[in-house]
């Protein structure tokens, strides 16, 4: 690890790793809602700073990252959660300035050992379950990065 890229050939492979580490702790979290909720603002975060981590790595990718970000509502979500997390309120939001995240009970019947509640993404006008976002986010930047021959392992 170079702390910060400093002295990584690629620093986008690095912070790459970071992501698929916090997804692994988001997938084996077992801890309350809230500590589910941590880990999966953790994830949203390291996501969200991918693309300033394949701008160090090729500055010449930018169109081509922006397109990707553009096209992605998966992505754009997440740069919604990740920003309110820092910043509490957005001034320029991607999807939704009043987006808000809840735990939903899951009524029985349900299988055994099925989760009684699931964490649930409401913008826009619409609910999304936030484990599967954070998985279809993970998979939109590990296909870019991919494609652009980005991935060294």
């Known amino acids: 690890?170079?702390?910060?890229?400093?002295?990584?050939?690629?620093p986008c492979q690095e912070q790459w790793e970071r992501v698929l580490r916090w997804q692994d702790r988001l997938?084996?979290?077992?801890g309350g809602p809230d500590d589910v909720v941590d880990v999966a603002l953790a994830l949203f975060v390291a996501i969200h700073h991918m693309w300033d981590w394949v701008l160090a790595?090729?500055?010449?990718l930018k169109p081509r990252v922006s397109q990707l970000r553009q096209e992605s509502r998966e992505l754009q979500l997440v740069r919604d959660l990740a920003n309110g997390s820092k910043h509490h309120t957005l001034r320029y939001p991607s999807v939704d300035g009043n987006h808000f995240t809840a735990l939903e009970y899951i009524p029985p019947p349900r299988p055994l050992g099925t989760p009684t509640h699931r964490l649930v993404l409401c913008a826009d006008g619409e609910k999304r379950d936030l484990l599967p976002l954070a998985w279809q986010a993970v998979e939109a930047w590990?296909?870019?990065?991919?494609?652009e021959g980005l991935l060294i392992r």
């Not at 690890?1 to 690629?10: E, I, T």
């Not at 997938?27 to 077992?30: C, E, L, M, S, T």
């Not at 790595?57 to 010449?60: E, F, S, V």
């Open 1 to 10: 690890m170079s702390f910060a890229g400093r002295n990584h050939p690629h």
């Open 142 to 147: 590990g296909g870019f990065l991919r494609r």
């Open 57 to 60: 790595t090729d500055p010449a």
């Open 27 to 30: 997938r084996n979290a077992d």
